[in-house]
């Protein structure tokens, strides 16, 4: 009996033996598992921390990483140039980055930060180590812990301080140059007002000497007499042109469909056109949004130029149009004297002009250009001596 009990015994030995055996093996297996792991996520973390500061060194705005009492924790290259800190030589705090006018402020901002978890397109003032003070956007996030604890925040912070100074300046210019086309404009009606008063007596004058003296006037004091009515003529249009020139840019480009099918064809019945001229109108014109009267203006000045002239015992004007995306391309090509090419920039300035001086005021041209830029289009001419010319531009299609 009791060398039976000591067999069992020996047995269950054994197995204990051979189990815990087993267990360890297991054992060492899985700690062998756990260390490769172990190993891996290390070199992971270590991967993903330096791609981490990659990112924040390669960051153009500047990256902040604070504690909740406001310790910055990590700054990146372009933080250090901002701020003028470097955290791995001095301690640094937030609080000490606040302007003073802004302080309530950034405590209000920075409790919504960590009460929604972030902010967005938050704007105010910071002060640099060597007390300058630059105008910052923030967009800040809270960091939190496996508990959803609050931990850190950090931020993207770009310099706008250029970008607002810019900004006020283009407003301050604009405020002035508002003033100034204000001004121009006045003066324009003012000085046309006064020189058109005289100009109305002078004519009349002229003229009721012609009549009163008919009779005791040779044919050269008549001659001279007409040239100076066409030379008053001239002053006279040129007057209502300075002023058409001016007052453009007081009309917005926003109104009314404009059908230019329709102001071409107003055009050619308000306007003389010789029976030895043919206008040929190749496509249908677009219809446009804007001022009407504007299209008019446009239209009118370049064939009546056309027609005018035009030094061929047949005169030809053709119109096309081509629709190229956005913008509708529109010609205008004449069959007469041309344009010598060292005018074909200058015809488009004011008071500038190839042709007879004395049949043109020079500003027909220009109120041209004006109108096709206030329209987002541009305007050019190509034209050869004794054979023509062609005005090119292109008006920006309606927004759908």
Not at 3 to 14: F, H, K, S, T, V
Not at 57 to 79: Q, S, T
Not at 190 to 209: G, Y
Request: hydrophobic share 40%.
């Amino acid at each position: 009996m009791g060398e039976l009990n000591a067999n069992i015994l020996q047995r269950a030995l054994a197995r204990e033996k051979a189990a815990r055996k087993q267990a360890e093996g297991i054992l060492e297996d899985k700690s062998r598992e756990l260390y490769e792991v172990a190993q891996e996520l290390k070199e992971v973390l270590a991967k993903k921390s330096s791609e981490l500061q990659g990112m924040s060194d390669n960051l153009v705005d500047a990256y902040v990483l604070m504690k909740v009492n406001g310790d910055v924790i990590e700054m990146n290259e372009a933080a250090k140039e901002l701020f003028g800190y470097d955290i791995n030589q001095e301690k640094l705090n937030v609080i000490s980055l606040i302007y003073k006018d802004d302080f309530d402020y950034a405590l209000e901002s920075f409790q919504q930060l960590v009460t929604k978890g972030s902010f967005t397109d938050y704007v105010a003032r910071a002060v640099t180590k060597s007390n300058g003070v630059r105008t910052v956007h923030i967009n800040g996030s809270v960091i939190r812990d496996k508990d959803n604890k609050v931990i850190a925040a950090q931020g993207i912070v770009r310099d706008i301080t250029d970008q607002i100074e810019a900004e006020k300046l283009k407003e301050e210019l604009l405020k002035n140059l508002e003033q100034s086309n204000k001004e121009l404009n006045d003066f324009a009606h003012v000085v046309s007002h006064d020189l058109k008063s005289p100009l109305r007596s002078m004519n009349a004058l002229i003229n009721w000497l012609k009549e009163d003296y008919e009779d005791k006037l040779d044919e050269n004091a008549i001659t001279s007499f007409n040239a100076l009515l066409n030379k008053i003529e001239k002053m006279d249009h040129m007057i209502d042109g300075i002023l058409s020139y001016s007052s453009i840019d007081r009309n917005e480009k926003a109104g009314k469909e404009v059908s230019l099918d329709k102001v071409v064809s107003d055009i050619l019945e308000m306007i003389y056109v010789p029976e030895t001229f043919r206008i040929n109108i190749h496509d249908t014109l677009p219809t446009m949004i804007g001022d009407r009267f504007r299209f008019q203006q446009l239209f009118q000045n370049i064939i009546s130029n056309a027609i005018k002239y035009n030094d061929k015992e047949k005169g030809i004007l053709d119109i096309k149009c081509n629709d190229i995306g956005d913008f509708w391309e529109i010609t205008l090509a004449d069959n007469g004297p041309g344009i010598p090419e060292a005018y074909h920039r200058k015809i488009f300035e004011i008071f500038q002009t190839a042709q007879d001086k004395s049949k043109s005021t020079g500003i027909g041209l220009s109120i041209v250009k004006k109108i096709v830029n206030m329209y987002g289009g541009e305007v050019d001419v190509s034209s050869e001596e004794n054979k023509g010319t062609t005005f090119l531009f292109t008006l920006k299609k309606p927004s759908k």
